[in-house]
């Protein structure tokens, strides 16, 4: 196949796209190698580059002449084309669909190929490759397999969310097709909000992350969704013992394509049949994602994409102390434009609706609601506007740049004492507008053939506090050898909406707030220092990553909390403190082979001091975690079989536990006397060790022409119980006294499941 290009200056830039061509997914991550008009591999390519998340590649300063272009793609038969530029127009688009083939894959490589360009504390990972390990429904877990990471925490069943080098989950920037997600996990993190089916793309960057990210202070998880096939009509559905999921995908028309997918978890339903006595907190959620995409034309696609989640937590009737019921729903619409202008710029252009809710109802001894009761709804809503463009204006420089434009809109209702005429008020709630603007400026360059950089800055602008600044960021690497990288990065960040939970109750008290006049931005300042090598002919990978975070304006609620919608604000209930965190982080992957996987671990502190919690001393957050070690192996037996194993051991979460009790004898009152807990420190207490394994078996089979895949799961295999939530209650003893009692709650114990799902 041959195509004539034509330009009228001296150079020439050739760009395009790479899809795959039976289903039009954009294949992220393909060689390009250009050769001279004949192919001689004892000679170098005259250039070369990779496409990007959306498929796009652009090679600049081509000469008039013939050139030979290789497409290299994992599982894809190589492609080869013949360009020949005679010379009209300075630049023109060439696309190419390549063809899959079926290899027998022996990589598993978390972090993707070996790459020249600067990835700092950052990893991509193809969801293909999640599908062997053990999860709880059956499906890809993309969140614990995050979890299986060094330096993403996961210290506590109850967490929802990352927490990732110290950092809270509202640290994290979560990207779903350039649209924010306020929470992206179920409970325990057992599934991602997004369904496994229509993953297409996933990168994490743990920290100092480049200057197109912005909004959160450490870390970011960018996923882009899959746009369904061109090719037919296709769909999966299946049947799980404790989940049932299906997918749809297919062409609308010759331009156009849709991908339909939704899953319902029904623990619940199976607790209280099988299990009703247990104390074990009853849970069910579901969740649907929906995108069609069109192809205006070869420079111009249109995508819509929607998700929508629910998640219910709540007490079982066993339980007599305690009661809570807490539920959470994400709703995301969004509108990505991805074009290409005359000048091989690539542009993306994003509009989005995003609504977060989440309503927590806590009462410890509901029949005498006393201090411990607690209700918090906090309702975001935000309407975002992004523009981004992307030039590469020579073959070792790309720049990148683009404007964020925010309108948000915070309904928080909060309460010491729950009552359903209080959630149903209108004027109950503390409503808070607010402007959001940024414009950043990046750039990706090669200097020679040992270092690279990403480097540039974001300013920034939040309407309610009229707060304007600016941020810089850097990111180098060096190329000692082939084998061996030295990396480093710095970055400061800013973030406006602050998650703000008590350290008296471990249940969720999630209460997102945004800054105002008198609560002001959170900041912070990030050091990242590594080196990667790889040996044997890179079969293994190992590298070893220090770092430092250093947060300022950070907020919690005061010791003595006195939440009354009507009598106090809640601003006032508020704490501004300062935090820390470091340590470093080893990981090993061995990237080649039937048998496969990794070993993580992490060591590493985070610290909170403020001037009116625990006295003005240094404490520890809940989510602190000194060690955390995690394996993860996956043996292909056949082709068709396959059996993965997880195992994990990390401290234990921190809590605070009263060390006594006193009386308190109501003066002048004519009341009872009241027993009441001293509390003398944060965090004091920390959980036994979290550890567990889970282990996994897949099966791939034909039957009546019918491909199906099947899959037996033993979730935490030695039925440790590790800790939902703990919680001090008293209780009257055989001698008619009020004794204190320390009650834990254990979220998931050994589950065995199974399923089974047919593709058509």
Do not use: C
Request: proline content about 4%; aromatic content about 14%.
């Amino acid at each position: 196949m041959t195509a004539n290009l034509f330009a009228q200056t001296d150079r020439y830039t050739l760009a395009g796209f790479v899809k795959d061509a039976v289903t039009g997914e954009a294949l992220v991550g393909t060689n390009i190698l250009v050769y001279n008009d004949s192919l001689n591999f004892n000679q170098p390519p005259v250039t070369g580059t990779a496409t990007n998340k959306f498929g796009y590649y652009v090679i600049p300063s081509l000469d008039f002449k013939k050139y030979i272009l290789i497409f290299r793609h994992l599982g894809y038969k190589t492609a080869i084309r013949e360009i020949s530029i005679t010379g009209r127009n300075q630049s023109e688009t060439f696309s190419i669909e390549m063809i899959s083939e079926d290899i027998k894959l022996q990589e598993v490589i978390v972090e993707g190929e070996k790459q020249e360009k600067v990835l700092t504390s950052t990893i991509d990972i193809p969801p293909e490759l999640l599908t062997n390990l053990p999860t709880l429904t059956g499906e890809v877990d993309l969140f614990k397999s995050l979890e299986m990471l060094p330096g993403v925490g996961k210290g506590s069943e109850i967490s929802s969310g990352l927490y990732i080098r110290g950092g809270s989950p509202d640290q994290t920037l979560t990207l779903v097709d350039g649209s924010i997600l306020y929470n992206p996990a179920h409970l325990g993190n057992i599934a991602s909000t997004f369904n496994s089916t229509a993953l297409s793309d996933i990168r994490l960057i743990k920290g100092a992350f480049p200057a197109e990210y912005g909004a959160r202070l450490s870390s970011v998880l960018d996923v882009k969704l899959r746009s369904g096939s061109k090719e037919r009509e296709k769909g999966t559905v299946g049947l799980g013992t404790i989940n049932s999921f299906a997918a749809f995908e297919g062409p609308l028309d010759s331009n156009s394509t849709y991908l339909l997918s939704g899953r319902y978890m029904y623990y619940d339903i199976i607790q209280k049949n099988f299990d009703a006595e247990s104390t074990t907190p009853r849970y069910n959620f579901y969740d649907v994602n929906a995108k069609v995409n069109l192809s205006v034309s070869e420079k111009s696609v249109v995508a819509i994409s929607a998700l929508y989640s629910k998640d219910h937590a709540y007490s079982p009737s066993s339980v007599e102390d305690t009661d809570y019921d807490i539920e959470w729903r994400n709703v995301n619409l969004s509108l990505n434009w991805l074009q290409v202008n005359t000048k091989s710029i690539l542009l993306n252009s994003i509009i989005s609706y995003i609504n977060y809710n989440f309503i927590s109802k806590i009462g410890i001894n509901p029949a005498s609601l006393n201090s411990y009761t607690y209700f918090s709804n906090p309702n975001l809503t935000d309407l975002y506007f992004r523009q981004n463009a992307e030039i590469r204006w020579h073959q070792d420089h790309l720049f990148k740049t683009g404007i964020d434009l925010a309108l948000h809109n915070y309904d928080v209702l909060y309460s010491d004492v729950y009552t359903e005429a209080l959630e149903k008020d209108p004027y109950a709630g503390t409503d808070i507008s607010a402007v959001e603007a940024a414009w950043y400026l990046q750039a990706e360059s090669q200097f020679g053939s040992r270092l690279s950089a990403n480097y540039g800055g974001r300013f920034y602008y939040f309407g309610s506090t009229r707060y304007f600044n600016f941020e810089p960021r850097i990111s180098v690497a060096y190329n000692f050898t082939s084998d061996i990288t030295m990396k480093g990065a710095f970055a400061i960040a800013h973030q406006f909406l602050h998650l703000i939970e008590r350290n008296d109750i471990t249940l969720p008290t999630d209460l997102w707030y945004p800054s105002t006049k008198n609560i002001k931005p959170s900041y912070s300042t990030q050091y990242v220092l590594g080196f990667d090598t790889y040996w044997f002919d890179q079969s293994y990978a190992f590298s070893v990553e220090g770092f430092y975070k250093d947060m300022q304006s950070l907020y919690e609620f005061k010791s003595s909390i006195e939440l009354d919608p009507v009598e106090d604000s809640i601003e006032d209930q508020f704490t501004e403190g300062k935090g820390e965190a470091y340590g470093i982080e080893f990981f090993l992957n061995k990237r080649k082979g039937n048998l496969s996987g990794w070993i993580g671990y992490t060591l590493s502190w985070s610290k909170r001091q403020f001037d009116e919690l625990n006295g003005g001393k240094v404490f520890y957050p809940r989510y602190d975690q000194r060690h955390d070690f995690s394996i993860v192996l996956s043996y292909k037996i056949i082709d068709e079989l396959n059996i993965g194993a997880t195992w994990v051991y990390a401290t234990g979460q921190r809590y605070t536990l009263p060390p006594g009790q006193y009386i308190f004898d109501p003066v002048g009152t004519g009341g009872d006397p009241q027993i009441q807990f001293n509390y003398t420190g944060i965090n004091t207490e920390m959980f036994p060790p979290y550890t567990k394994l889970d282990v996994n078996l897949n099966y791939s089979f034909k039957w009546l022409n019918t491909n199906f895949e099947s899959y037996l799961t033993l979730y935490n295999v030695y039925n440790r119980q590790n800790a939902f939530a703990q919680y001090v209650v008293t209780v009257e003893n055989e001698d008619g006294e009020e004794v204190p009692v320390i009650k834990r709650i254990s979220l998931f114990p050994f589950i065995p499941s199974a399923g089974i799902a047919v593709k058509f």
